[in-house]
């Protein structure tokens, strides 16, 4: 099957005009064209659609050959069930459990594995409780800590990028009384940089043993490095571990919000009262076939990892460098402000990633379809024309 598939995504949108198809929706649609006084907003909002289509979309981590034909199929025979509130889920928590080898009670879905970071925060930052965590990583959990008024321990990265483990693991038994939970990104978002499967047995035999540590995994399908592995077996031996995974980039269903935590059954129960429990029907049963559809998934890993090397090597040899990246994106050093630079990219047509403080200097661009990479090493050039000279 091909990466840029045909599948019918006619078929996946057909099925939910069939789903629909007894309902009345043209004074309605009309209505909301015509918006407040008369005027029409249809120009407008389809002017709008048409912009966001063209942007070459390199931001968000995103997988741009969408949704496998299996996986759009399965979520179009689903949509029978989107006006159920009891339906059949497809086994869902079931199929997890068999992927991972644990069991039904050690999985806990959510809206992306975000709101799994989410509820971590809820579940673990009562009172003057701490994260622990590397600085920079995923901004967002930190940001939901704040907002709970909790604080973070950041530890900066090592002058190679990577994770410093034996001062995180200082600084956890520092303020052990108050350390809620240890975050680990890995790899590391927004660097790409993984921590070795020895440093996090490292970290987790090197601090008190009962203090839960976050393992995020959102990017784990894109690793290629035999250093690696993921961190569910220590689940199964009973460790404090949540392991935080996500349907968003492999499966490339970052729009329809599917995630799942792993852990010890004591702990999806201490996190599970502060679950939305909003995932919806249709994308419980792509999930079932996204998990079962390991041939897509290999085809994406190589498309992008290749993609992300002939990038980077072209980068290279403007005499920018780039920082060793094991996921679906990675990062390059502008030696100059990135705001200006992000701005210049969106105004050509390219959408790349936001500042991640304190790295003010490096731009993270998302592995795209080649078309966009190419759109992206164009818009470079033309933005940075002395990448030559500027090398030496």
């Known amino acids: 099957m091909s990466l840029q598939h045909t599948v019918s995504r006619r078929g996946f949108v057909g099925g939910l005009t069939t789903a629909l198809g007894y309902l009345t929706l043209k004074p309605h649609a009309y209505a909301w064209a015509q918006g407040v006084g008369g005027a029409s907003l249809a120009p407008r909002v389809q002017q709008g659609l048409d912009e966001y289509d063209a942007f070459a979309k390199l931001a968000n981590n995103e997988n741009p050959y969408g949704p496998s034909d299996v996986v759009l199929k399965a979520m179009t025979r689903a949509f029978k069930y989107a006006n159920r509130y009891g339906y059949p889920d497809g086994g869902i928590v079931e199929e997890i459990a068999k992927h991972h080898g644990v069991k039904p009670e050690n999985v806990m879905l959510g809206a992306g594995s975000g709101e799994i970071l989410d509820v971590s925060c809820s579940a673990f930052l009562i009172g003057d409780e701490k994260i622990v965590g590397s600085d920079p990583s995923y901004s967002i959990l930190y940001q939901h800590a704040t907002s709970l008024k909790a604080d973070t321990i950041k530890v900066p990265l090592l002058a190679d990028f990577r994770q410093d483990i034996p001062t995180l693991i200082k600084a956890t038994r520092t303020h052990y009384r108050n350390?809620?939970?240890?975050?680990?990104?890995?790899?590391?978002?927004?660097?790409?940089?993984?921590?070795?499967?020895?440093?996090?047995?490292?970290?987790?035999?090197?601090?008190?043993?009962?203090?839960?540590?976050?393992?995020?995994?959102?990017?784990?399908?894109?690793?290629?490095?035999?250093?690696?592995?993921?961190?569910?077996?220590?689940?199964?031996?009973?460790?404090?571990?949540?392991?935080?995974?996500?349907?968003?980039?492999?499966?490339?269903?970052?729009?329809?919000?599917?995630?799942?935590?792993?852990?010890?059954?004591?702990?999806?129960?201490?996190?599970?009262?502060?679950?939305?429990?909003?995932?919806?029907?249709?994308?419980?049963?792509?999930?079932?076939?996204?998990?079962?559809?390991?041939?897509?998934?290999?085809?994406?890993?190589?498309?992008?990892?290749?993609?992300?090397?002939?990038?980077?090597?072209?980068?290279?040899?403007?005499?920018?460098s780039t920082i060793p990246s094991d996921a679906n994106f990675f990062m390059v050093h502008l030696r100059r402000p990135v705001q200006p630079v992000i701005e210049e990219f969106k105004k050509k047509g390219v959408l790349v990633g936001r500042p991640f403080p304190p790295m003010l200097e490096h731009l993270r661009v998302s592995v795209g379809t080649a078309e966009e990479m190419s759109r992206f090493l164009t818009a470079f050039k033309e933005i940075v024309p002395q990448a030559r000279t500027a090398s030496g």
């Open 179 to 320: 350390v809620g939970f240890v975050y680990l990104c890995n790899p590391n978002n927004p660097t790409g940089r993984i921590v070795t499967r020895q440093e996090v047995r490292q970290l987790l035999d090197g601090i008190p043993e009962d203090v839960p540590v976050l393992i995020d995994e959102a990017y784990h399908h894109f690793v290629d490095d035999p250093g690696y592995a993921t961190s569910v077996p220590y689940v199964l031996e009973g460790r404090p571990v949540i392991v935080a995974r996500t349907f968003s980039k492999i499966a490339a269903l970052a729009g329809m919000r599917l995630g799942y935590a792993i852990a010890p059954r004591e702990i999806i129960q201490r996190m599970r009262p502060f679950s939305t429990g909003s995932v919806n029907a249709i994308v419980k049963w792509g999930g079932v076939a996204a998990l079962r559809d390991t041939e897509t998934q290999a085809k994406v890993k190589k498309v992008t990892l290749d993609l992300r090397a002939k990038t980077t090597a072209d980068l290279q040899a403007l005499g920018y």
